[in-house]
């Protein structure tokens, strides 16, 4: 059972988990009737959790409770998810001991259990400001980027060549300022804000990762890297769109060619 909850007030799943931080992998907790062990700690987006056994202690054998659980906690949403695993309709033979049972049960599907665990796609991540990109591009919402986008102003060049700045138009003479959006793929090239009505938008499946921009991340004038970079899937699955972000607007975009997309450790402070 999975389950999912925006802005949760619960204060049980905050006690839960406060508990088992206070814990180290293996140790457990226990009264009267219940058994909590920790497993062990993990992450999943902006989420951190931890993975546990719930069962009943020693004095509270009186009936067959076991199970897996994981529950992650966003801090600066306050969502929580909650995923859980236990066995059914389980027949205890005669003399057999039914903890075991069910515990060799659950040791059986563990890989089953965290394939699924890990295999689960958060859209948001608590952060108001790229939680709106993040929801425009997977909806396909081309007048929603396009009003989260912010154009530099910048001196084009008659310059041949690729890289550097924008190419000047017939008619423009050279370092005439013109407002573009980067976009950084195998050449480099721009977005002019006058040719934004004809932009296709992106075509993108799925979010890969959302990370802080390290310093050492490539930028400059023409290319400047953003606070945060969102990275997407290709809906072709072959290629993929890192989006540089800055204050809540989108910056430059960078097109990759690589898939899985390839994050450089050197641009990444953290995820």
């Known amino acids: 059972m999975i ?27 226990s009264d009267a009737r219940s058994l909590t062990i920790r497993v062990r700690q993990l992450s999943l987006g902006g989420f951190d959790g ?16 076991y199970a897996r659980q994981v529950i992650l906690i966003n801090a600066q949403s306050n969502d929580v998810i909650t995923v859980m695993g236990q066995p059914i309709n389980v027949e205890i033979n005669d003399g057999a001991n039914w903890h075991e049972v069910y515990k060799a049960i659950d040791e059986a599907n563990l890989s089953v259990f965290r394939e699924m665990v890990e295999s689960i796609t958060v859209n ?14 997977l909806r396909g919402d081309k007048d929603g980027l396009k009003s989260l986008m912010k154009f530099n102003q910048v001196k084009c060049t008659v310059a041949e060549g690729l890289g550097g700045p924008p190419k000047c138009l017939a008619g423009e003479q050279d370092g005439t300022v013109v407002e573009a959006l980067p976009i950084l793929d195998s050449e480099g090239h721009f977005l002019r804000k006058a040719d934004l009505e004809s932009w296709s938008g992106l075509d993108v499946s799925a979010l890969f990762a959302v990370y802080e921009v390290s310093e050492s991340a490539y930028s400059d004038e023409n290319y400047p890297a953003g606070q945060y970079a969102i990275v997407f899937v290709g ?10 972000v800055d204050q809540g607007t989108i910056i430059r975009m960078d097109h990759g060619f690589e898939f899985p997309p390839s994050i450089p450790d050197g641009n990444v402070l953290h995820f």
């Open 235 to 244: 809906a072709d699955q072959v290629t993929s769109w890192t989006l540089q």
């Open 50 to 65: 931890i993975e546990y056994i719930s069962t009943l202690s020693e004095t509270a054998q009186i009936e067959a409770v």
């Open 124 to 137: 948001s991540i608590g952060v108001l400001e790229l939680d709106k990109i993040i929801d425009a591009a």
């Open 3 to 29: 389950q999912y909850s925006k802005n949760d007030q619960n204060q049980v799943w905050k006690d839960t988990y406060q508990t088992l931080v206070n814990l180290k992998d293996g140790e457990s907790v």
